[in-house]
């Protein structure tokens, strides 16, 4: 647990200030930057690709020329890039702060262009490269992220309150996000999923891959996935939440009551346990409501459409 305990004192002090949080992001990106420029593994981001994009095929979520938009896009806009290079359609991508690299995104654009093959099985299960090549290779020169956004039909939107209200209702087909939900304020979940419903078309569709493990944990092999769960709200935020890796502790039954709540009806839900987990931890009594089951997933998937 050492590891564990100097990662949040580190995490804590990395996020005590904007002085320090600029700093952290800056040497972030320039170490991913650096990272980019040499052997790229792009193997995560083309997991989850595959699952959003099956998702996607499974239900006919996606047709030429809809508005979709990301959540969280993230330094390197991976996801929205790996579903432009599939799907003919416009990308709003959101965030809540610009973290943005432009010689990470576009080696990220080069590496899963490269990864993804030009023709698929007919189950559509695996992302298919079906952008124009004269486009993306017009799109791999861009010297700036408006030539990028402008070839590839993009959009890049900040709120740092992490707010949708400024998007109009009714706008986009399909929200997503890969691994971003987990990160929101755990007293604003209900809300932006309300958002969620309001912004989509009516008939639109809800995506979202969601992490539930403990995040700190990511720093020591011997924590437990789920090892928040031994700690009080107090213990947390006194000495373990952090705002640059703030992690909510929303467990699965509680996202798919968020999205219940707000009309959405549910089309797929898929939880998934960590291998690694053998035993819960100690499970503090803010816990003890919950199924085993539910404290054991780490992982979910949850499909939504708009009625």
Known sequence: MRNYLLAAVALRV??????????????????????????????DYIKKGTELVAICNKYDVIHPHDKILELGTGWSHAHSLLMRLQFDVEISMFDIAD???????????????QSMPTSTDSDGTVPTRTLDGTVLN??????????????????????????????????????????????????KAQQVVNDIYRILVPGGYSI??????????????????????????????????????????????????????????????????????????PVNSRYSAYSVDDLLCCR???????P
Not at 157 to 179: H, K, W
Not at 239 to 263: D, H, K, M, P, T
Request: charged content about 25%; glycine content about 4%.
């Open 138 to 187: 017009r799109a791999l020169k861009s010297s700036s992220f408006a030539e990028l956004y402008q070839t590839l039909s993009l959009e890049y939107m900040v709120e740092r309150d992490g707010s949708l209200a400024g998007i109009p209702d009714n706008t986009y087909q399909c929200v997503f996000s890969g691994d971003v939900l987990e990160h929101i304020s755990a007293d």
């Open 208 to 281: 979202h891959l969601i992490g539930l493990d403990d995040h700190l944990a990511h720093y020591d092999r011997k924590a437990s996935p789920k090892n928040y769960l031994r700690y009080s709200e107090r213990v947390w935020k006194a000495f373990f939440e952090n705002r640059l890796q703030y992690v909510n502790r929303i467990q699965a039954s509680e996202w798919v009551r968020y999205f219940a709540n707000s009309g959405f009806a549910c089309v797929e839900s898929e939880t998934t346990w960590s291998q690694e987990i053998k035993d819960l931890p």
């Open 14 to 43: 990395a996020s005590s200030n904007k002085f320090t949080r600029l700093s952290y992001r800056a040497i972030g990106n320039h170490l991913r930057s650096r990272r980019s420029r040499g052997y790229l593994d792009v193997q």
């Open 300 to 306: 979910l998937t949850i499909v939504h459409r708009k």
């Open 99 to 113: 973290i943005r690299s432009l010689d990470g995104t576009i080696s990220h654009l080069e590496a899963l262009s």
